[in-house]
């Protein structure tokens, strides 16, 4: 046994004379003698045993079957989008179970994620290893992004379908809790969403803009449940009593598909498009929502059930180096010189707007950790800085290697930071 009760459970052997068959580690209380009779467990020896099984059972309960133990304090983890370079954040979390001792979905109570991490979200509460997810992506790959782009949307779906089942629900899992977002683009401007395993916070707030449009109702994608079977689809015509489906009540693959629709790269799902338009890093948006949920246990008298958030961990998956822009200036060309000119500048200003728009390092890593810093909350950001840009939909191995042989050296550098983090993870 390697959980943390291990030197508990040999010192209660050892304390009834059972012999060890591997050498006593420091520390530990010596074995007794094979000769000696052990003597009769009197009333002090049973409330040893009884005060060290409590100690064990102590502020633990089972929740999907996993024990989870009661904290004064909640952790949040944050994973970033990036479409292949997910495979930064598996390395990451790969490295921080090795030092915690324990897998991700035992070291935090809330999990989020954007695009490439809102999948790896939805897999760290199912219970996928890391190692398995990280074989995962390289089988991933070759099958997804297939031809050139905007890739066929089937083969990503059917993936998807195959890892998460086609009719698993959100609520299926219900802890960790888990916010997958994404962007509404059925109207202009667009709005972030979430995609939760739990009741959403039902706080009075203000729309963020004035409409005079009607919008169809969030069922998030378009979905119908009769008295059986669920089915989903813009075309189904089930023959019983319908009703429609809730955001809660949604498909595990639809909302990793919704997350995930990075645009240029796959079409839209439904009306939806890839949260990384509006939160790349979705720290701040986690945050927001876990206040949200606490103002609502308030508003509703449950104030005994709100945990302050004592741990934020944000992951990156990896910053590109940064180069020299020769040009941003778009401007009516009247020779083709300056016409050349203008198209260099349109192409570089187009690549400036997106990169600014998905950026999950720089201001928002900034904004995120003094926040943090304001509320008397940790904040730990991990995202290595790597030698090359890698693209969303990379397929070389010998660059997918290069990159995760770099985030390993990373966080050998990072070690004692890595090191504070799992403690701390242990300890909340």
């Not at 449009?213 to 089930?238: H, N, R, S």
Request: with cysteine; aromatic share 8%.
């Amino acid at each position: 046994m390697e959980g943390p009760n291990r030197k508990i459970l040999l010192d209660m052997l050892c304390s009834v004379g059972v012999q060890r068959c591997l050498p006593p580690s420091p520390g530990s209380p010596p074995p007794f003698s094979i000769k000696a009779q052990p003597a009769g467990i009197g009333f002090e020896d049973i409330m040893y045993a009884g005060a060290a099984l409590g100690a064990m059972s102590r502020g633990s309960s089972q929740v999907d079957g996993l024990k989870v133990e009661e904290r004064k304090m909640d952790r949040l983890l944050c994973l970033d989008g990036g479409g292949i370079k997910g495979l930064v954040l598996i390395q990451m979390l790969i490295a921080l179970e090795r030092e915690a001792g324990r897998p991700t979905r035992e070291l935090f109570d809330w999990v989020a994620g954007t695009s490439t991490g809102g999948i790896l979200a939805l897999a760290i509460i199912h219970g996928k290893s890391m190692e398995y997810l990280r074989c995962l992506y390289f089988r991933m790959k070759e099958q997804v992004f297939r031809g050139s782009r905007p890739y066929e949307s089937a083969p990503l779906e059917d993936f998807l379908k195959k890892e998460f089942g086609e009719n698993t629900k959100m609520t299926d899992v219900r802890y960790p809790r888990v916010m997958v977002t994404s962007v509404l683009a059925d109207r202009h401007p667009g709005e972030l969403h979430i995609f939760r395993n739990y009741d959403p916070p039902s706080v009075h707030r203000e729309p963020p803009y004035e409409t005079t449009a009607t919008f169809k109702p969030l069922t998030i994608p378009q979905g119908w449940e009769d008295e059986d079977v669920l089915v989903v689809g813009y075309t189904a015509e089930p023959t019983r009593k319908r009703r429609k489906v809730t955001d809660e009540e949604q498909l595990v693959w639809r909302a990793a598909r919704c997350s995930g629709a990075a645009p240029t790269y796959f079409r839209p799902m439904g009306r939806f498009l890839d949260g990384g338009l509006l939160a790349n890093n979705p720290t701040l948006d986690a945050m927001s929502e876990i206040h949200q949920c606490n103002k609502a246990l308030t508003a509703e008298s449950r104030g005994k059930e709100i945990k302050r958030l004592g741990i934020v961990v944000s992951l990156g998956t990896g910053k590109p180096p940064q180069v020299v822009v020769n040009s941003v200036d778009v401007f009516r060309p009247s020779n083709p010189l300056e016409f050349a000119k203008s198209l260099v500048g349109a192409k570089e200003l187009g690549k400036m707007l997106v990169d600014c728009c998905t950026d999950s390092d720089g201001c928002a890593v900034d904004r995120a950790g003094a926040w943090c810093e304001m509320i008397d909350t940790i904040y730990h950001r991990l995202s290595p800085q790597l030698s090359q840009e890698v693209m969303l939909d990379e397929v070389s191995d010998a660059v997918l290697v290069d990159m995760l042989w770099e985030t390993q050296m990373y966080m050998y550098e990072k070690r004692e930071n890595l090191q504070a983090l799992a403690k701390g993870l242990l300890d909340k």
